[in-house]
C-alpha cells in the first residue's frame, strides 16, 4: 500500500480506548491502535493525534454544574488519554510527544505550532490533549483547529461507527450509509457525526475529514492510504 497523505491528524474518541469494558482505557486496546500508528509511521506518515475524553467523562452530570467547570474537566480527562496513548506508542517503539492545550508542564509540553510542526518533521508523534483549551468547544473542533494549525492534509476520525449515515444506523437499520458526502450536506442536514463547529471550520480552510470505524484498528493505515473503508466529507 502506498500513503495518499503524508501528514494526518487522528482523531481518536474516548471510547475507542476503553474496549469491551465500556469506560476507563483497556492497554491491549490501546495497543492494538497504536500498533497501525507504528506501521503508517515506518512507511513515511507523519501523525499527529487528537484525543477525546467520553470514556471518563461526558460533559455535565446534571443540568444545574456550571458548564465551564464541567469542561474543564472534559479536558483534564483528555490529558488522561492522551498520556495513555503516548505510553502504548512508546511501548511498540515510537518517540512521543505530548502537548496540552492548558499549561500543565510537569506531565506535558504546552502546545506550541511551530513546536508541534517540528516533532513532526523529526518523526515523532504528537499528542494534543486539552482539545482547543477553552470551554464550549469539541474535541472535534479541537481536532479540525490542530489539523488547520500543523497543515494536515486530511483529518481522520476514527469511531464507533463505519461512517457517516442519513440517520442513526443503530435505531435504523434501513440507515443509508454515505461513501462521499459535503460539509454543506453536514450541515444543512445537522447529520450528528462531528460538531457543527467544526463542520464549519473544515469547509472554510478545505480540510478533508474521513470517518471510518476502528473496531479494526488496520483502518487507520487503510485510510491513510486513500482506501474505502469509511466516509469521506469534503467540499466536493
Not at 500543565?104 to 517540528?118: D, K, L, T
Not at 442519513?166 to 440507515?175: E, F, G, L, Q, R
Amino acid at each position: 500500500m502506498d500513503l495518499k497523505y503524508k501528514r494526518i491528524l487522528l482523531k481518536l474518541s474516548g471510547e475507542s480506548l476503553a474496549g469491551e469494558q465500556g469506560h476507563g482505557i483497556d492497554f491491549d486496546t490501546v495497543l492494538a491502535i497504536c500498533k497501525p500508528i507504528k506501521k503508517l509511521h515506518d512507511m513515511g506518515c507523519e501523525v499527529a493525534i487528537v484525543v477525546g475524553g467520553g470514556n471518563f467523562w461526558r460533559g455535565r452530570s446534571s443540568g444545574d454544574m456550571d458548564r465551564t467547570r464541567a469542561d474543564h474537566m472534559g479536558m483534564l480527562a483528555t490529558v488522561i488519554n492522551a498520556l495513555g496513548v503516548a505510553d502504548g506508542l512508546e511501548q511498540v517503539g515510537l518517540t512521543v510527544r505530548v502537548q496540552t492545550a492548558l499549561a500543565m508542564q510537569e506531565v506535558a509540553e504546552p502546545y506550541i505550532r511551530n513546536r508541534a510542526v517540528r516533532h513532526l518533521e523529526k518523526g515523532r508523534v504528537v499528542v494534543f490533549g486539552c482539545g482547543t483549551g477553552n470551554p464550549f468547544f469539541s474535541t472535534d473542533t479541537g481536532a479540525a483547529l490542530r489539523g488547520a494549525e500543523i497543515d494536515a492534509d486530511v483529518i481522520l476520525k476514527a469511531t464507533m461507527v463505519d461512517g457517516v449515515y442519513d440517520s442513526d444506523p443503530k435505531k435504523n437499520p434501513n440507515a443509508k450509509r454515505f461513501d462521499r458526502i459535503t460539509y454543506m450536506d453536514i450541515l444543512n442536514q445537522n447529520l450528528q457525526v462531528m460538531d457543527m463547529t467544526a463542520a464549519s471550520f473544515c469547509k472554510d480552510r478545505g480540510i478533508p475529514f474521513l470517518v471510518f470505524s476502528i473496531e479494526d484498528p488496520e483502518n487507520i493505515v487503510r485510510a491513510a492510504c486513500g482506501e474505502d473503508v469509511g466516509t469521506v466529507i469534503s467540499n466536493g
